[in-house]
């Protein structure tokens, strides 16, 4: 992995991007996730 | 009085009564929540291609049983 | 569900909620919280989904609530009033929802609401499951009147209001019965399953097949037209590599997801789920599991998260555990993907369905052999019961089956999808990098020889294509994601796998899907060793790419061999019925058996299972000859 690397204009336009992709992934899972289905039930705070 | 029998030996295609059921644990419980009153009519629909569970008609549906729970239900003939 | 318009899921079985939901409504200004309960068959519950509305019931969680409103099946009156009488010890305000009224009107026993009501002395308002039609009234009820603690009812009071308000029907030939007289009968009721099942796989098939051309069309075209508009860099890899790729495998399952759950759903809906339970009890219960297994497990082919929640209609603990261990062996949706891109590509589209039940019938044999296995071992002991009721046929509810796929649908767009795009851009990410720039002069130095060549100006752009690729499969023959393939490939090389499956199958844990556009990166290149490589070598035809099942009959490894072929395909796909790769799974598994040591077990077990399973596939097949040689 020594040596240079080929660069042009587009691999920092490329990696902002995946940082972007990465971000709004993740942002929307926080914002759209799972309803009540699979999130902490109240309810199970018994046992069985 | 009538002979008397568990539910899990009166044979499909008969209606029989209800007497009592056996036990006081939580599946006679339930049994007894699901309809299964002393003078409830209970028909025998059919037995599932092994020989378990068993489909019975009463108190106007239908309701799957496996032996081991019908065998706690006591019937006779119906004194009607 | 139509009080507050929001998609909760009544159906017509056990096990459809679980859990509580709550949603809100206002009517007539006064805003009222609605929350759904999971059925209930009398006050001294008998499996854990029961506990948790006795506990709502009595607040145990929080306070309790102001009114209750019970929905009794109207064909069950005397059953339903005397459970209703003993809801009046609890002291709480009440209201009576008489639903399936229309059910039972259609068997000749229909109830007369306003006669009950004055028998009962509790407000009586008719509904229907699959209609608003009383609702309307119930929300008014609920916020006009004042509803009233009743007092409970003695049994024979019950049985002779139950007599007087419904007439008593002969058992009439309804339809229900002459249905079941077939579905049901001796020797006709499990072929005719196994036909109902064999058909809904068939028809998930062929009914997604057109989907997936489509898309991949739609996906070249998009590709061809970032193509035009960047020069080739990392900008323009990353788009249709990364990005474009990335969400058109999302979209490329849809069809198939949408199409399963709403079959699924059909069947339910209609009430031959418990027919099925009732067929399989005997042998379910051979294994170690409970009848009331089926629906957690038949749940499951869609997506095993729901199956292993409905686990909790299961009274005995031990069957509980060992339907939740297994349940992740139900095939399920994530991998239908997987199993329809690596069929298409490898196999006649005769064998098709016949494969792919194959594949569910290995993930429920193995389930079978793990549960008999667990349940004479650590889960040894007790037995669940069945007590199920066998309800009245009716025809689903469309509404509800919209809802249910929509639910589904959303569900998988968000959660799935955010992972499969992730997953898609770190290994576009990790194949693109490292850069070196020795490789580039080499293939500079490619071009600059062809530059100097006489050729016409079709002949030329080909033979530069030729180079672009060669390029481009030279780098990711040396980046990083190739360097972790080959790492870890010996592992897999029993199975036949190559560096690149290696990564698909890692890159798959996420998110099974993931592998999907993980081969749209690898395998769209060729395995090119870059000092090895030059001009002579143009004069071999390019092949015309024309979506992912082409480009993975068509890929090679460095020594020229076949990447894939229909054997290691095969091996690929038994590896992925058996293997546990779902996080989210995991996490359920955790949160109902609340400790570490099961979801631990079940990848442990099923990760061994999957890797033992690829591996015979691939010997066993090599020795009769369909391996890749040497």
């Not at chain 2, 339930?30 to 299964?36: A, C, E, N, P, V």
Request: hydrophobic share 45%; net charge neutral; with cysteine.
């Amino acid at each position: 992995m020594t040596g240079s690397w080929s660069f042009t204009w587009q691999d920092p336009v490329a990696l902002a991007l995946v940082a972007l992709a990465l971000l709004a992934a993740w942002w929307l899972r926080r914002r759209l996730g799972r309803g009540s289905k699979c999130e902490e039930c109240p309810a199970k705070k018994d046992h069985v | 009085m009538a002979s008397q029998q568990t539910l899990d030996e009166v044979l499909p295609g008969c209606t029989i009564c209800v007497v009592r059921v056996e036990g006081d644990d939580a599946l006679s419980r339930r049994l007894t929540s699901l309809g299964f009153w002393p003078g409830t009519a209970v028909e025998v629909v059919r037995r599932a291609p092994f020989g378990d569970p068993t489909q019975f008609s009463l108190r106007g549906y239908r309701l799957a049983l496996r032996r081991s729970e019908a065998v706690r239900v006591i019937v006779g003939q119906a004194a009607r | 569900m139509h009080l507050t318009g929001s998609l909760q899921r009544p159906v017509n079985f056990p096990g459809s909620s679980v859990e509580m939901s709550q949603g809100r409504v206002r009517i007539e200004g006064t805003e009222l919280t609605v929350v759904d309960l999971p059925g209930l068959g009398s006050l001294q519950p008998i499996s854990p989904d029961e506990k948790v509305t006795i506990a709502h019931l009595r607040g145990d969680d929080g306070a309790r609530p102001d009114v209750i409103c019970a929905v009794i099946d109207a064909s069950k009156l005397s059953v339903e009033l005397q459970f209703v009488s003993e809801l009046t010890s609890l002291g709480l305000p009440m209201i009576v929802a008489l639903n399936k009224n229309d059910v039972a009107r259609a068997e000749g026993r229909c109830v007369d609401p306003a006669a009950l009501e004055a028998e009962i002395g509790i407000r009586v308002i008719e509904t229907d499951g699959r209609s608003p039609r009383g609702t309307q009234l119930l929300g008014q009820c609920l916020v006009r009147d004042e509803p009233a603690c009743p007092k409970g009812l003695p049994r024979d009071l019950i049985e002779e209001i139950a007599d007087r308000l419904q007439a008593q029907s002969e058992p009439r030939r309804t339809l229900t019965t002459r249905l079941d007289d077939v579905l049901l009968q001796r020797w006709l009721g499990l072929p005719i399953l196994a036909l109902v099942i064999f058909g809904m796989f068939q028809l998930v098939y062929s009914g997604a097949d057109p989907f997936v051309g489509w898309v991949e069309m739609a996906q070249g075209w998009l590709s061809g037209l970032v193509e035009g508009g960047v020069g080739p860099g990392a900008l323009r890899s990353f788009l249709i590599g990364g990005l474009i790729n990335g969400v058109f495998s999302v979209f490329v399952f849809l069809p198939q997801i949408m199409l399963l759950i709403a079959l699924i759903a059909i069947l339910e809906g209609t009430g031959y789920m418990a027919r099925a339970a009732f067929l399989l009890d005997r042998t379910l219960s051979r294994f170690g599991l409970s009848g009331r297994s089926f629906v957690p497990l038949a749940s499951s082919f869609a997506c095993a998260i729901p199956g292993i929640l409905a686990s909790r209609i299961i009274d005995n603990e031990r069957d509980r555990i060992a339907t939740i261990v297994v349940a992740p062996l139900m095939s399920c949706s994530a991998r239908l993907p997987v199993y329809v891109v690596l069929i298409g590509a490898f196999f006649p589209l005769a064998w098709s369905g016949l494969i792919l039940f194959g594949l569910y019938a290995l993930g429920i044999v193995v389930a079978a052999a793990v549960a008999w296995c667990l349940r004479r071992t650590a889960l040894k002991g007790g037995q669940s019961t069945l007590l199920m009721e066998l309800p009245t046929y009716q025809r689903p509810s469309l509404r509800v089956v919209f809802s249910q796929v929509w639910i589904a649908t959303r569900e998988f767009l968000i959660l799935a999808g955010t992972i499969i795009l992730a997953t898609s851009v770190v290994i576009w990410l990790l194949s693109y990098y490292p850069r070196p720039e020795a490789i580039h002069a080499k293939f500079e130095e490619q071009r600059r020889s062809l530059a100097a060549t006489v050729l016409d100006p079709t002949q030329r752009n080909r033979q530069l294509d030729k180079i672009a690729a060669a390029e481009a499969a030279a780098f990711s023959e040396q980046s990083w994601l190739a360097h972790i393939g080959k790492a870890i490939q010996p592992a897999f090389a029993p199975a036949g796998f190559d560096w690149r499956t290696t990564i698909g199958v890692i890159a798959a844990f996420p998110a099974r899907e993931a592998i999907i556009p993980t081969y749209g990166i690898l395998y769209s290149l060729g395995d090119i060793d870059a000092g090895a490589y030059d001009l002579a070598s143009l004069d071999k035809p390019v092949e015309e790419v024309a979506g992912l099942r082409s480009v993975l009959r068509e890929a090679r490894r460095m020594d020229g061999r076949p990447a894939l072929n229909p054997l290691i395909a095969l091996a690929l796909m038994v590896f992925f019925a058996l293997c546990s790769q779902c996080v989210s799974t995991l996490g359920a598994i955790r949160r109902e058996t609340r400790s570490w040591r099961w979801p631990a077990f079940t990848f442990g077990y099923m990760t061994v299972l999957a890797w033992v399973g690829a591996v015979a596939v691939y010997q066993i097949g090599s020795l009769m000859g369909y391996g890749l040689g040497s």
